[in-house]
């Protein structure tokens, strides 16, 4: 979902799962979601849970082995 220059994530029903306040939300990999927010980049979980903070100038795909 898009409004006003940020984006965020819901449910097929319309439901938020991840608020509309981040900057870019490319699509989840392996369970997780890459999330920018004030030009830094952390990790949400499939529920909508912050699970890395965001501190990072960059990332990747997630990896979970």
Do not use: H
């Not at 991840?18 to 989840?28: A, N, Q, S, T």
């Not at 999330?35 to 980049?41: G, I, R, Y």
């Amino acid at each position: 979902m898009k409004k006003d220059k940020k984006e965020g994530y819901c449910n097929i029903d319309g439901t938020g799962v991840l608020p509309i306040e981040f900057d870019e939300v490319p699509d989840g990999y392996n369970g997780f979601i890459s999330a920018k927010k004030d030009n830094k980049w952390g990790f949400i979980d499939k529920t909508g849970n912050m699970v890395i903070e965001p501190q990072y100038e960059e990332v990747g795909r997630f990896f979970n082995k």
